[in-house]
């Protein structure tokens, strides 16, 4: 079973940053790609950003490129989520996940067999 622990949520006014880490309890963590989902209020949960299993190939929401950048630490399990600039639409939980492929992760979340307890992001206008 997979287990995802997401941190590093907060409450940040308009243009503010914040850094959100996920440890993902699995073995094969360094052979798949994984990356980063939210849910707004009263909204289905989207893609964000996801990056290779190397780490050197990324992708990104059109809403958020240019402010948030993803990558990855093999080595302790965990993937990160930078975030700049931040929006007030940019607030909801946020959630990492694991793909099924080295390339990508699924944009819809029905593809999706677990999920953490996920980080809170509200940005204040």
């Known amino acids: 079973q997979v287990q995802m622990i997401e941190s590093g949520g907060g409450l940040v006014q308009t243009g503010g940053s914040l850094r959100l880490s996920c440890v993902i309890s699995?073995?094969?963590?360094?052979?798949?790609?994984v990356g980063w989902l939210r849910q707004a209020p009263g909204k289905e949960r989207e893609f964000v950003a996801s990056v290779n299993w190397r780490g050197d190939s990324t992708t990104y929401a059109d809403s958020v490129k240019g402010r948030f950048t993803v990558s990855r630490d093999n080595t302790n399990n965990t993937v990160f989520l930078q975030m700049t600039s931040l929006k007030p639409d940019d607030t909801g939980l946020y959630y990492c996940?694991?793909?099924?492929?080295?390339?990508?992760?699924?944009?819809?979340?029905?593809?999706?067999?677990?999920w953490g307890q996920g980080t809170q992001v509200t940005v204040s206008s």
């Open positions: 699995v073995r094969t963590f360094s052979s798949y790609a």
């Open positions: 996940n694991m793909g099924r492929n080295r390339h990508n992760i699924p944009a819809r979340s029905s593809e999706y067999g677990y």
